[in-house]
C-alpha cells in the first residue's frame, strides 16, 4: 500500500530467523579449506581440527560484524568463533562447545569484546570447562568514545580486537605458551585505541527498522557497534574535520608522541563505500603528519561492521618490532590473508 | 531547515569535486609498498616501476567501484589502472601516460570494459602510443543481464573484469608473451557469465541525490554498475528466490553443464554488510547444488562496487586446470593477496 510499508526487510536473506546459520553456512561453503561450521552451535570452526601442542584462540560475540569474528579464523589468527544472533551475545554452551572443540592440549585464550554479555558468558563457559581446559581471557575495551554505555560496564571493545586477534593469533601459531600468547593480547589492547563515527543507522533483520534516528544532515560522533550512542552529534562536516574528532581524542588518550610509529586502521562500519574509506585514511595520514606519527602498518576495509551502517572508526596500535613482526606473520582466514 | 535538505552531501567528503584524487592519494598512503599515485594524471602505477620483459597490463575507468581498478595495482595483476570521475570514463592521455609509464618493452595489454567511453578512449590511447609500445587490447563484456545497454553497445564488463585482471596478470607475472596473455584474457572473459541486482540507488557524490528511485518493496533485476537499468523490477523475495533470477540466466547464457567446474563469485554491490553476501553465497551455492555443477573456486566481498549500492552480483568462470593455476598464482595488491 504505502512505500513505507514493504511486506519484508529489504535485505539479502530468507526468514529474519534464519540470517546467522545460513551465512554461516555460506561461509562454509565459500571456504570450505579454511573453516568448518557446526552449525547445532553456531560456531566456525578451523578445518583439520586442534593443533596438538598449539594455544587456541577463541573468539565470539554478536553476529552483524562481519568478517568479526567467524572471518578470522583459519591459519595464524582464530580457531574458532561463536556467533550469537545480531547484536546479540552468543551462550555459554557455544563457548563451552567451542573451546572443547579447538583444544590441543596447550590451553585457550577467550578473546572478548567488553561487552556485559559477552564477558559474563566466556566467563560461564570458562567455569564449564575448568579442570578440563586450561583457560585464559583477554577482555578488549579500545574505544575511547565513552567511559561507559548502554551495553558496558566500562569501555567498549571494538576495532582493536581486531588486531588483538591477529598478533595474538601469530603468537600462538609461532609455539607461545598460553600465558605469553595472552600476554601479547593484552599488550596489543593497551596500545591500541579507536573511535568511530556513523552516517546512517543500521537495520538488524528481525526488527526491520532503522535502529537509530539519524537527521540527514547529522552524524553520530563516536558511535558504538551496535548503533548505540557516542559523545556527540554534529552537523555533516568535511571528513578531514571527522577524522580529527576521532584521531585526536585516541592520540590524546593513547598519549602516542612526536616520532613513535602505529599500525593505522581505517575500518568501514558496513555501508560506505571503499572510495570514502580511503578518502577517510588519507585524512587520517595527513592528521598523523602534522603530529610526527609515522605509519608503520595500515589496514583499510570493513573488519568489524555494524550490519549496513555507513561511517567508519580509527585505531591506533603502537607499534614496536616485535609486535610489527607478529603482525607481518603469515594469516589465511576468509578476510585476511597474507604470506600464504 | 528541512531535513530533506542536507547543508552538504552526506559523504565521507572534503569536496565532491576532489573525492577521486584524495581516494587515490589515500590508496598511496595505506600501501606505498605496492602503488604510486602520478596524482597529474590520475593513474595508479604499481611501485618500482616497468619490469623490463613483463608484459603489462593496464586498466581503468571510471571510479565508484572500488577496489576496481586501482585496488588491483601490484605484483601479478595490474600494471596501472586509469581513474575517470566517478562514472566517467577516464582520457586517452591518462591511458596514454599509463601505457608508456608501464612498458617494460614486452608490450601492453589493455583490460577494458565494455562501455562506449572507456572502449573509444582506450582505442584512442592506442593510437596514440602506436610505434612506441606494443599494445593489445581485450574488452570484457561478461554482464548477461541485458544485451545493449544506457552506456553500452553489446553487453556490459561487470564481474568478470576482476577475475580476467587477476588470471591474465598471473600470466604476465609468470612470463607469458603479450599474445599469450591476450588470449588469456580473452579465453576468461569467454568463460565468464554476470549478472547483478540492487536493492537501493546509490548517490554519485556530484549530484548528491539517488542515481535512480527504487519503491522500499522493490529490486531491480540485471542492475548495471551505474545503477542503469537491468532486465526488470520485481518485489523483494526471498534472497533463494532472487539467487535463481541471476544464476538461471548465467548458467543458461554459459552453457554450464553437469559436472562441470566453476569459479564463483559472489560480489557485494558496495552497500550490502558481508552477512547477507554469505546468505546469499549458500543461496547460489544450493542452486549450483541441484545442477550438479561443483565450485572449485570461490571470492566472496565488494570488488566491483557502485558506490554504496545495496545489491550484489554472481558471476560465474567455467574453470579448466589452467585457469585454476593461474587463479591459485601469487598476487599482493591493495585488494587481493595470496601466496605473497
Given at each position: 500500500m504505502a512505500t513505507n510499508a514493504p511486506s519484508r526487510v529489504k535485505k539479502l536473506i530468507n526468514d529474519v530467523?534464519?540470517?546467522?546459520?545460513?551465512?554461516?553456512a555460506g561461509?562454509?561453503?565459500?571456504?570450505?579449506?579454511?573453516?568448518?561450521?557446526?552449525?547445532?552451535?553456531?560456531?566456525?570452526?578451523?578445518a583439520g581440527g586442534p593443533r596438538p601442542g598449539k594455544v587456541s584462540l577463541v573468539s565470539g560475540g554478536g553476529s552483524g560484524h562481519e568478517p568479526l569474528h567467524g572471518g578470522f579464523v583459519g591459519l595464524g589468527m582464530l580457531d574458532a568463533a561463536c556467533a550469537?544472533?545480531?547484536?546479540?551475545?552468543?551462550?555459554?554452551?557455544?563457548?563451552?562447545?567451542?573451546?572443547?572443540?579447538?583444544?590441543?592440549?596447550?590451553?585457550?585464550?577467550?578473546?572478548?569484546?567488553?561487552y556485559t554479555g559477552d564477558v559474563l558468558n566466556f566467563q560461564l563457559a570458562a567455569e564449564l570447562v575448568a579442570g578440563d581446559v586450561e583457560v585464559a581471557t583477554v577482555v578488549t575495551n579500545d574505544d575511547v568514545a565513552v567511559q561507559d554505555s548502554l551495553y558496558t560496564a566500562g569501555r567498549r571493545g571494538v576495532g582493536g580486537t581486531v588486531l588483538v586477534e591477529k598478533i595474538a593469533g601469530a603468537h600462538a601459531e609461532a609455539g607461545g605458551s598460553l600465558a605469553a600468547v595472552a600476554a601479547t593480547a593484552v599488550k596489543v589492547?593497551?596500545?591500541?585505541?579507536?573511535?568511530?563515527?556513523?552516517?546512517?543507522s543500521c537495520v538488524v533483520p528481525a526488527a526491520g527498522t532503522p535502529t537509530f534516528d539519524l537527521p540527514d544532515d547529522e552524524i553520530e560522533i563516536g558511535i558504538g557497534i551496535h548503533g548505540e550512542p557516542g559523545r556527540r552529534r554534529e552537523k555533516i562536516a568535511p571528513v578531514d574535520d571527522i577524522a580529527r574528532m576521532l584521531v585526536?581524542?585516541?592520540?590524546?588518550?593513547?598519549?602516542?608522541?612526536?616520532?613513535?610509529?602505529?599500525?593505522?586502521?581505517?575500518?568501514?562500519?558496513?555501508?560506505?563505500p571503499l572510495i570514502e574509506l580511503y578518502v577517510a585514511f588519507n585524512s587520517v595520514a595527513k592528521l598523523?603528519?602534522?603530529?610526527?606519527?609515522?605509519?608503520?602498518?595500515?589496514?583499510?576495509g570493513n573488519y568489524i561492521t555494524s550490519l549496513e551502517m555507513a561511517g567508519f572508526s580509527v585505531s591506533l596500535l603502537r607499534l614496536d618490532d616485535s609486535l610489527a613482526e607478529l603482525w607481518d606473520a603469515p594469516v589465511h582466514t576468509p578476510a585476511l590473508r597474507w604470506g600464504v
Open positions: 530467523a534464519n540470517v546467522v546459520p545460513e551465512s554461516l561461509l562454509g561453503r565459500a571456504h570450505p579449506d579454511l573453516v568448518k561450521i557446526d552449525s547445532a552451535n553456531l560456531v566456525v570452526l578451523r550469537g544472533h545480531v547484536f546479540t551475545s552468543p551462550v555459554p554452551d557455544q563457548m563451552e562447545a567451542a573451546t572443547r572443540a579447538v583444544d590441543g592440549g596447550a590451553g585457550v585464550l577467550h578473546i572478548v569484546k567488553n589492547n593497551a596500545n591500541v585505541r579507536s573511535m568511530g563515527m556513523a552516517l546512517t585526536d581524542p585516541i592520540v590524546s588518550d593513547l598519549g602516542l608522541e612526536r616520532g613513535e610509529r602505529v599500525l593505522a586502521f581505517v575500518n568501514g562500519m558496513g555501508g560506505t598523523l603528519d602534522q603530529r610526527g606519527i609515522e605509519i608503520g602498518r595500515s589496514l583499510v
